[in-house]
């Protein structure tokens, strides 16, 4: 049997090449579009009822797109946020949904890192500085990441690998997780199980990693933004509405907030018309903190292996 397949995660598409012949052995066509960053409800409902299975990246997996996946055996989620994809729907229309989770902790807890120091030794200012013959104005004196205190949202595997790190750099640990977080890692690394609102209060940077859902949508708003120290840096690489952005800006433009590093936002690609591009101390991203050669790979062969036990009803 031949099955017909949607490959719309980027990543992978990039590297479709080396998995071109396992396909084939497998007797899977597959169609390519052109993503930007996702495809929308008004793109996936015209074509989604040709389709056997999905490798999907952040696409919008609707109701209104999935009544009309007649054919659909498995979405196989390359990465681990599910938020774009009606659950409740699926279930209803029998269509199973997988997602490749603990797969690039490491490679998200190295940006987090990264963007740390950044912000606390203003190395992307030093940089634009010298850059533009500004010598004297680059002597920048930042500040000390050892004895700071890190809030952590949401401590799973990504989580962990940034408390890990984090930890070696001298830094004090706090997380904040709706389940109980791992004992012996508390223990390892002296961090601290706290409710949001004492994270708030006591970090001196705070970095989200948790998942997206409709309970913590908005979860960092004006209220939580006043409970801050004043100069806090926050550190997002998760899901970009997990920040209400209005909110942000407004306490970017207080100090409240001193410097925020943003891989993700609440409409992805950002708008050339967003405020958060006037800051200097607002670093941007891509939605690309899991986007190393290792990780990529790492992650589609999960996904296929998904792909192909959804595509025989295994899943």
Same mark, same amino acid.
């Given at each position: %049997?031949?099955?017909t397949?949607?490959? @719309?995660?980027?990543?992978? $598409?990039r590297?479709?090449?080396?998995y071109t012949?396992?396909?084939?052995?497998? =007797?899977?066509?597959?169609?390519l579009p052109?993503?930007?960053? #996702?495809?929308?409800?008004?793109?996936? &409902?015209?074509i989604? /009822?040709?389709?056997?299975?999905?490798? *999907?990246?952040?696409d $919008?997996?609707? +109701?209104?797109?999935?009544r009309?996946?007649?054919?659909?055996? &498995?979405? @196989?989620?390359?990465?681990?946020?599910?938020?774009?994809?009606?659950?409740?729907a699926?279930?209803?229309?029998?269509?199973?949904?997988?997602?490749?989770?603990?797969v690039f /902790?490491?490679?998200? *807890?190295d940006?987090? %890192?990264?963007?740390?120091?950044?912000?606390?030794?203003?190395? #992307?200012?030093i940089d +634009?500085?010298? +850059?533009?013959?500004?010598? !004297?104005?680059?002597? &920048?004196?930042?500040?000390s990441?050892?004895?700071?205190?890190l809030?952590? &949202?949401?401590?799973? @595997?990504?989580?962990?690998?940034?408390?890990?790190?984090?930890?070696?750099?001298?830094? =004090?640990?706090?997380?904040?997780d709706?389940?109980p977080?791992? =004992?012996?890692f508390?223990?390892?690394?002296g961090?601290?199980?706290?409710?949001?609102?004492?994270?708030?209060?006591? !970090?001196?940077?705070?970095s989200?990693?948790?998942?997206?859902?409709?309970?913590? +949508?908005?979860?960092?708003?004006?209220?939580?933004?006043?409970?801050m120290?004043?100069?806090?840096?926050i550190?997002?690489?998760?899901?970009?509405?997990?920040?209400?952005? !209005?909110?942000?800006?407004?306490?970017?433009?207080?100090?409240?907030?001193?410097?925020?590093?943003?891989?993700?936002?609440?409409e992805?690609p950002?708008?050339?018309?967003?405020?958060?591009?006037?800051?200097?101390?607002?670093i941007?991203?891509?939605?690309? !903190?899991s986007?190393?050669i290792e *990780?990529?790979?790492?992650?589609?062969?999960?996904?296929?292996?998904?792909?192909?036990?959804g595509l =025989?009803?295994?899943?």
């Amino acid at each position: %049997m031949t099955y017909t397949v949607l490959i @719309s995660c980027p990543h992978m $598409q990039r590297t479709i090449a080396q998995y071109t012949e396992f396909l084939e052995n497998h =007797e899977i066509q597959f169609d390519l579009p052109f993503v930007e960053q #996702h495809l929308t409800e008004e793109e996936l &409902i015209p074509i989604i /009822g040709k389709y056997d299975g999905v490798i *999907a990246g952040d696409d $919008q997996f609707t +109701r209104n797109v999935l009544r009309e996946a007649k054919n659909l055996k &498995i979405i @196989s989620k390359w990465g681990i946020g599910i938020d774009g994809i009606d659950l409740k729907a699926a279930e209803e229309y029998g269509i199973p949904v997988t997602n490749t989770p603990n797969v690039f /902790g490491d490679e998200v *807890a190295d940006q987090v %890192m990264g963007y740390m120091i950044l912000m606390s030794r203003h190395l #992307h200012l030093i940089d +634009r500085k010298v +850059r533009d013959g500004l010598w !004297s104005e680059a002597q &920048i004196t930042g500040k000390s990441l050892r004895g700071k205190t890190l809030g952590i &949202i949401g401590v799973g @595997s990504i989580g962990r690998a940034v408390g890990a790190r984090a930890h070696t750099a001298g830094m =004090e640990l706090v997380g904040y997780d709706v389940y109980p977080i791992d =004992e012996g890692f508390m223990a390892e690394y002296g961090l601290r199980q706290v409710e949001l609102d004492e994270l708030l209060s006591k !970090s001196d940077y705070i970095s989200l990693n948790c998942n997206l859902t409709p309970e913590n +949508r908005h979860m960092l708003g004006r209220e939580q933004f006043e409970k801050m120290k004043t100069g806090v840096c926050i550190i997002n690489t998760a899901r970009g509405p997990l920040i209400d952005e !209005s909110a942000l800006i407004s306490s970017l433009k207080s100090g409240k907030v001193g410097g925020a590093a943003l891989d993700v936002f609440e409409e992805e690609p950002l708008p050339m018309t967003s405020p958060l591009r006037t800051f200097q101390d607002v670093i941007l991203g891509a939605h690309n !903190s899991s986007n190393t050669i290792e *990780a990529i790979l790492r992650t589609n062969e999960r996904a296929m292996e998904n792909l192909i036990l959804g595509l =025989e009803g295994k899943k």
